[in-house]
């Protein structure tokens, strides 16, 4: 078989997690193969003028997949289709290496808030080959409803990245400042009567006042499928402390800085919402991203439910001096790559994947003009 072997000219580009001026990066067989000052000899030579060449973004959390299937109310589209719809968003705006979110949550499938999680493991498995992205699930198990253990299915490493708990009830975490946020979030499509939302509710409640039993459940299911565990939404020093010793080595939205702050001095890599990072605060008045930026403690931007924030958000933290461009969009690449063991992307760098993009910066905002996986381009025909 013929090697395939292509180079592009960058006027700016992040290699090895370090900005690099006017490099050639040569790409051999999908694989980068050298990155140099000065043109090679022989070859294809792609100009990419003014733009910047970056590693493909890896969002380890993407909560899109229900949202897009079930835009409003009693209106429904096929999965496999919200599933490639939901790969070309992600490769239009730089993702190479997705973790679609997954919910293991009785209570929201059975009054269709959302699929049955084994239904996309399904739907992954038989149209993987088509997607222009590395696409992965992260099953996410919500600790206040009602589940006995966390079905094996899912805990395939194949196709499962990334195993999170969580704990959506009323007046608990993310809704502990206001408990009718949760009643807006969770029961708008929600068949029963009043009745019947207030018995769920109270259920919820109870269920959430100890769910240690629940996490260790899901802690040993992951440690066994030896999948990365990542808590959700801690609030306080010993939220974080409790993931660390079931083994959680992410800690994602951390709703406090003191969350965040035990989290990291324990070990645990700190995850937070590009969207939160693009607009500078939580929709839900929490800790905002910017801050926990500032300090020094953010390992990685994911797009939560906007995959279009990662890249924006990387451009404009650099913008307004959060950090170097370098360290900037280190978040939605080489941080995430180390925080879910993807070790063979998220960097520039001889060996690796080339798994890149190129983005524009002409209209203030960055655009991405061409992906890369593996050295296939993966926007248009070329």
């Known amino acids: 078989m013929k090697e395939t072997v292509t180079t592009l000219s960058a006027r700016r580009a992040l290699v090895g997690g370090r900005e690099m001026a006017n490099c050639f990066v040569t790409i051999r067989d999908g ?8 043109r090679p000899s022989g070859g294809r030579v792609v100009e990419l003028g003014s733009l ?89 198990f919500e600790l206040s409803a009602d589940f ?21 009830a009323p007046g608990v975490g993310q809704y502990a400042h206001d408990r009718a946020a949760w009643q807006g979030r969770f029961l708008p499509s929600h068949p029963g009567t009043a009745a ?6 109270a259920e919820r409640s109870a269920r959430a006042a100890d769910v240690s039993a629940a996490r260790l459940r899901v802690a040993a299911a992951a440690r066994t499928a030896e999948i990365t565990l990542a808590s959700h939404d801690d609030v306080t020093r010993a939220d974080s402390t409790a993931a660390s010793r079931v083994g959680a080595s992410i800690s994602e939205f951390p709703l406090t800085m003191e969350a965040a702050t035990q989290a990291r001095s324990l070990g645990m890599g700190v995850v937070v919402g590009a969207p939160n990072a ?41 913008h307004d001096q959060f950090g170097s461009w370098a360290d900037a969009v280190n978040l939605v690449t080489r941080g995430p790559a180390l925080l879910a063991g993807f070790g063979d992307r998220g960097e520039i760098t001889e060996g690796f994947a080339a798994d890149l993009a190129a983005v524009d910066t002409t209209a203030g905002t960055p655009v991405v003009r061409q992906v890369w996986r593996k050295g296939t381009a993966r926007l248009g025909l070329v």
């Open 31 to 38: 694989i980068v193969e050298e990155v140099a000052r000065h």
């Open 52 to 140: 910047d060449l970056i590693p493909g973004l890896i969002d380890l959390h993407c909560d899109s997949l229900d949202g897009r299937r079930q835009p409003r109310p009693g209106v429904s589209f096929p999965l496999a289709a919200t599933l490639l719809q939901a790969d070309t968003d992600a490769v239009s705006n730089g993702v190479t290496t997705q973790c679609l979110c997954v919910t293991v949550d009785r209570d929201l499938t059975d009054w269709g808030d959302a699929v049955d999680p084994r239904d996309w493991l399904r739907v992954l498995h038989d149209h993987r080959a088509q997607l222009r992205t590395d696409s992965h699930l992260h099953v996410r």
């Open 148 to 168: 006995a253990s966390p079905p094996e299915e899912l805990l395939d490493g194949t196709f499962t990245r990334v195993v999170s708990y969580m704990v959506h």
């Open 196 to 201: 019947d939302k207030e018995r769920l509710a």
């Open 278 to 318: 693009w607009q500078g605060r939580s929709h839900l008045d929490w800790l905002s991203a910017r801050t926990a930026i500032r300090a020094g403690i953010v390992d990685a931007l994911v797009s939560d439910y906007h995959p279009s924030s990662m890249l924006a958000a990387a451009y404009l933290l650099a």
